[in-house]
T-cell receptor, first 111, second 113 residues
């Protein structure tokens, strides 16, 4: 599975968009980009995933560059409850789905 | 659906004691797994199962045993607890194949003295 690189921490004002970048320059053609988050002491929560097209759901949007070497998770209107560690994970969609978690990005949303 | 449940939520053990962390899911998922998370670090895979009767090792399997006698349950056994096993343990499940997501339980916080 491809390795990912994320900033250690980011800040965002409440109500503003939070844009979390992820670099996955060694991604393979059959690997998907997944985003999870972990709110303090809770189990990780799935947010969104994509292969090469941009994706949007009720939680967030995922923008994947054309060369697929990086992506950005967008929380359009961050709230205090979005304060969490966000993990960008790249994995294939075959076989057991082992998730390789790095240290993620710690997002702090402030009033 | 209750999703993925884990018991206990908290546990304190003495070095050398054994115990079983329980995990159950009611979504009829084939795949189940156990992760541990040490302070300030990401999750690391301990063991996983792709179906009843089938288990395999992850990244950090030493000191842990698992079994999968039913689709619903995937207990994790600590054979002889050590302080290095102090961690938060998460169980997860998902459907086999495709791009389905993993669902995580709330975690068990284990301290080994």
């Amino acid at each position: 599975d491809a390795k990912t690189t994320q900033p250690t921490s980011m800040d965002c004002a409440e109500g503003r968009a939070a844009n979390l970048p992820c670099n996955h320059s060694t991604i393979s053609g059959n690997e998907y980009v997944y985003w999870y988050r972990q709110i303090h002491s809770q189990g990780p929560q799935y947010i969104i995933h994509g292969l090469k097209n941009n994706e949007t759901n009720e939680m967030a949007s995922l923008i994947i560059t054309e060369d697929r070497k990086s992506s950005t998770l967008i929380l359009p209107h961050a709230t205090l409850r979005d304060t969490a560690v966000y993990y960008c994970i790249v994995r294939r969609n075959t076989g057991f789905q082992k998730l390789v978690f790095g240290t993620g990005t710690r997002l702090l949303v402030s009033p | 659906n209750a999703g993925v449940t884990q018991t206990p939520k908290f546990q304190v053990l003495k070095t050398g004691q054994s115990m079983t962390l329980q995990c159950a899911q009611d979504m009829n998922h084939e795949y189940m797994s156990w992760y541990r998370q040490d302070p300030g670090m990401g999750l690391r895979l301990i063991h996983y199962s792709v179906g009843a009767g089938i288990t395999d090792q992850g990244e950090v399997p030493n000191g842990y045993n698992v079994s999968r006698s039913t689709t619903e349950d995937f207990p994790l056994r600590l054979l002889s607890a050590a302080p290095s096993q102090t961690s938060v343990y998460f169980c997860a499940s998902m459907n086999s194949g495709g791009t389905d997501t993993q669902y995580f339980g709330p975690g068990t916080r284990l301290t080994v003295l």
